[in-house]
T-cell receptor, first 112, second 109 residues
Framework: KAGVTQTPRYLIKTRGQQVTLSCSPISGHRSVSWYQQTPGQGLQFLFEYFSETQRNKGNFPGRFSGRQFSNSRSEMNVSTLELGDSALYLC???????????FGAGSRLTVL | ELKVEQNPLFLSMQEGKNYTIYCNYSTTSDRLYWYRQDPGKSLESLFVLLSNGAVKQEGRLMASLDTKARLSTLHITAAVHDLSATYFCAVRSGNQFYFGTGTSLTVIP
């Protein structure tokens, strides 16, 4: 059974650019969440989608956005990148009614 | 906003010793999770605790939950090097998970 797949795994951008990260959840999982992990701030919740609807949003500026497609795949976008956006971005999926988040390997973004 | 605090943040312990990691959270919840993260890797689910008094054990790790005290503990028995990792607790409120700051554990031979 395939796990949560995130692409790309690593990327380098410069300030002011934008980036799109992709997440394919485990088959059958309709809930997809995104987290930002940095050494200083730990794991911070970005947003959660279920059946193409954003159900929850964390305390991040509007430069961070996301969406979910009908096949449950999700993308997140960060526009006008800042140095502080350098982080590991983790996607997690969950089966409806279940209790465990399953995480992908993450996308490591470096902003220069 | 729900707050989750872990302590200690860093833990260096000798092989064979016992220790406990603590996880406190700020609001009522009966769903507490423990995850493990190895350097450069993603998070792996260790335990899911779903009721007051829940206790789960896997190998040298044992997790417990006291919802009245809003406290969960992760106890390490006779530590071995393979347990070196960062451990996170998380509390679920609705559909959102709130993670603690993590405890970086290093087991020294």
């Amino acid at each position: 059974k395939a796990g949560v797949t995130q692409t790309p795994r690593y990327l380098i951008k410069t300030r002011g650019q934008q980036v799109t990260l992709s997440c394919s959840p485990i088959s059958g999982h309709r809930s997809v969440s995104w987290y930002q992990q940095t050494p200083g701030q730990g794991l911070q919740f970005l947003f959660e989608y279920f059946s193409e609807t954003q159900r929850n949003k964390g305390n991040f500026p509007g430069r961070f956005s996301g969406r979910q497609f009908s096949n449950s795949r999700s993308e997140m976008n960060v526009s006008t990148l800042e140095l502080g956006d350098s982080a590991l971005y983790l996607c997690a999926s969950m089966l409806a009614g279940a209790n465990v988040l399953t995480f992908g390997a993450g996308s490591r973004l470096t902003v220069l | 906003e729900l707050k989750v605090e872990q302590n200690p943040l860093f833990l260096s312990m000798q092989e064979g010793k016992n220790y406990t990691i603590y996880c406190n959270y700020s609001t009522t919840s009966d769903r507490l999770y423990w995850y493990r993260q190895d350097p450069g890797k993603s998070l792996e689910s260790l335990f899911v605790l779903l009721s007051n008094g829940a206790v789960k054990q896997e190998g040298r790790l044992m997790a417990s939950l006291d919802t009245k005290a809003r406290l969960s503990t992760l106890h390490i028995t006779a530590a071995v090097h393979d347990l070196s990792a960062t451990y996170f607790c998380a509390v679920r409120s609705g559909n959102q998970f709130y993670f603690g700051t993590g405890t970086s554990l290093t087991v020294i031979p």
